[in-house]
């Protein structure tokens, strides 16, 4: 018999992005401490006995890296995993350790990098994420510092461009620090112009909300400002309240689906592994496959209990954040996938078919034996340019422009045959779209983003249709748009 109930993700993931500086985890860390006060008077108690003399007790922990010099250092310590990130008072890496409940749903904060040293761990951030908080700085400098075409390695246009590839659909902008600009309307206009046309250069069409806040302070995030009293919009939890959010599936669906769960953190405390359900279904004492690190070699393991946010539950579908305790854990990787051994395993690709939208080219251009970085997911990999198949009209992409060109420049939308150095696993877009959607990387520039056509998994011949490019998909892939408006 069919099972229709509907279920609703226990939490949905509010990704935070923006440039360095611009207040993520200030925002982060005050709408934790308001929602989990104990969190927040918790670690503020640690921090007081330490300034009362109580050094030797603490010292272990790191809570003297916690004091810093700035008034609201510690609502932005809460969204830090190490004393390290808060020694150097910026992310490091992704954190997404606190849930905050509001009246309408349960929200996961995940905190990414806004530094260009860490473009791998804020890629990872974005693709577990259903929600995408974009914090803008509105102080002076700050702003224009993400926002001028110079700064391309890692600007507001990288990280919108990585959230549509991620395939998040709801998206926020919290225009930060007005204190900064004595609350100017004027600012605030100016800013908002800005990124609503950078909005729209990236392909994203749906209408998005625009908040001044302070993070610091708290205005407009819990409860309106008296300071912009010229602001008449909802505020920062209000918008979140109200979002329309199409994630409820039936439990038929999810069972029809196979699993897909990328590793997130292969070994926390007591031999939990943190993992994120892109697909599927999984409950305690099912039998799963995973690789092991290094080879990837697929090992199968039997799933001793699950959590979600600390709690034990017997099963958790998809688009979930969870914690898996198996019995003999092999050693294994971040972006590794865990799949079911008897419905559709996910295996590493030898090679894979892409169609890809070129954003950017290395010097002097992109031509077969090119080795960049491919990110997919949580995973990624250097991976080689083995052949160039064709460029395509970007419009229709059964259409050949060009066969085996020997070489290929920006606004360019190319078929490409890719080969990982190292496992790497991916599905088709068509089987599963988050697995199936790559972004490519050079240094700090992305280079290329797109779909996965088909795969060519290892120990299994490497074969083409008959007909060579009737495998093309038949409408452009969600990024065509991109190479467009790069076109020159």
């Known amino acids: ?11 949905f993931n509010l990704v935070l992005i923006g440039f360095v500086d611009c207040g993520k985890s200030t925002l982060g860390g005050q709408l934790v401490r308001k929602i989990k006060p104990q969190v927040y008077e918790q670690l503020k108690r640690q921090c007081e006995l330490y300034q009362q003399g109580q050094q030797a007790i603490f010292q272990r922990f790191g809570i003297q890296s916690w004091m810093g010099n700035r008034n609201h250092f510690h ?30 749903c349960q929200f996961r904060i995940i905190d990414t990098p806004g530094h260009g040293d860490f473009i791998k761990k804020t890629i990872q951030g974005i693709s577990m994420g259903n929600v995408c908080l974009m914090v803008v700085s509105a102080s002076d400098g700050e702003f224009e510092a993400g926002f001028h075409r110079e700064n391309l390695s890692f600007s507001y246009k990288q990280q ?58 708290g205005d407009n995030v819990f409860e309106r400002s008296e300071n912009m009293k010229w602001y008449c919009g909802k505020t920062l939890t209000e ?6 959010t199409n994630f409820q599936r039936t439990v038929e669906e999810c069972l029809r689906e196979p699993l897909r769960i990328a590793i997130f953190k292969p070994k926390l405390p007591n031999g939990i592994l943190a993992g994120y359900i ?17 080879s990837g070699e697929l090992i199968n393991v039997r799933v001793k209990n699950i959590q979600i946010s600390h709690t034990n539950k017997e099963r958790a579908f998809s688009n979930s954040l969870v914690g898996i305790e198996f019995d003999n ?24 078919i892409a169609q890809i939208s070129i954003i950017n080219t290395p010097k002097p251009s992109i031509r077969a034996g090119y080795a960049p970085i491919v990110h997919c997911g949580l995973a990624f990999a250097n991976t080689k340019f083995e052949k160039l198949i064709g460029i395509l009209n970007p419009t ?33 877009y068509n089987d599963c779209n988050k697995l199936g959607r790559i972004i490519i990387r050079d240094g700090r520039a992305t280079i290329a983003v797109g779909t996965i056509v088909k795969v060519n998994y290892r120990r299994n011949q490497f074969t083409l249709f008959p ?22």
Do not use: W
């Not at 995993?81 to 150097?88: I, M, V, Y």
């Not at 918008?239 to 329309?244: A, F, G, Q, S, V």
């Not at 892109?278 to 290094?294: A, D, E, F």
């Open 329 to 352: 854990l092999p050693p294994t990787k971040t972006g590794y996938i865990i799949s079911d051994p008897y419905f559709s395993p996910c295996k590493a690709a030898s090679r894979f």
């Open 160 to 217: 919108l461009i990585y959230s549509k590839v991620a395939g998040i659909e709801r998206f926020i902008v919290c225009v930060n620090k007005m204190d900064c600009v004595k609350y100017s309307e004027k600012r605030f206009l100016e800013i908002k112009t800005s990124i609503g046309k950078l909005i729209k250069t990236v392909g994203i069409k749906q209408e998005i909300p625009f908040i001044p806040i302070c993070g610091e302070c």
């Open 278 to 294: 892109i697909s599927g279904m999984v409950k305690v004492g099912m039998t799963v496959q995973i690789p092991r690190v290094h």
């Open 467 to 488: 007909n060579k490019f009737n495998y093309i998909v038949k409408s452009p892939h969600p990024f065509t748009d991109l190479s467009i408006i790069n076109r020159k």
């Open 239 to 244: 918008t979140l309240n109200n979002m329309e």
């Open 1 to 11: 018999m069919s099972d229709h109930r509907k279920i609703k993700p226990e939490e």
């Open 75 to 104: 609502i932005s310590s809460l969204m830090l995993d190490s004393p390290t990130q808060a020694e150097r008072e910026i992310s490091t890496d992704v954190n997404a350790k606190h849930v905050i409940e509001l009246s309408a």
């Open 396 to 428: 229709d992409s059964s259409i050949i422009i060009e066969e085996n060109p020997s070489c290929l420049e920006i606004g360019d939308v190319a078929l490409v045959e890719l080969a990982p150095t190292v496992p790497l696993f991916v599905d088709s």
